[in-house]
């Protein structure tokens, strides 16, 4: 997966960039204390791109987690 732009302001786009064998991905956001912010379930679908809205979102350094099966990629996130 692909996280932009970075620092966001109102949106972040997830872009899927390799096939997920028969699985579904977890997207799940972190603020700076560990406290699941969002949390959303995406489809397998190469290029796709799922638009994330930060807006309701204080201006801080979260994390976002994305997890397909037993593996997980960890990006930080600057919110504006």
Do not use: M
């Not at 996280?3 to 700076?32: G, M, R, W």
């Not at 379930?41 to 796709?48: C, K, L, P």
């Not at 997890?67 to 504006?80: E, S, T, Y």
Request: proline content about 5%; glycine content about 4%.
């Amino acid at each position: 997966f692909k996280v932009y732009p970075n620092p966001a302001l109102n949106y972040v786009i997830l872009e899927q960039t390799h096939p997920l064998p028969d699985q579904k991905a977890i997207c799940t956001i972190f603020d700076s204390s560990g406290k699941i912010i969002n949390q959303q379930t995406i489809a397998d679908s190469v290029g796709q791109q799922v638009r994330l809205d930060l807006t309701r979102l204080a201006s801080a350094h979260f994390l976002v987690a994305i997890k397909v099966g037993a593996k997980q990629q960890v990006f930080k996130l600057v919110r504006q």
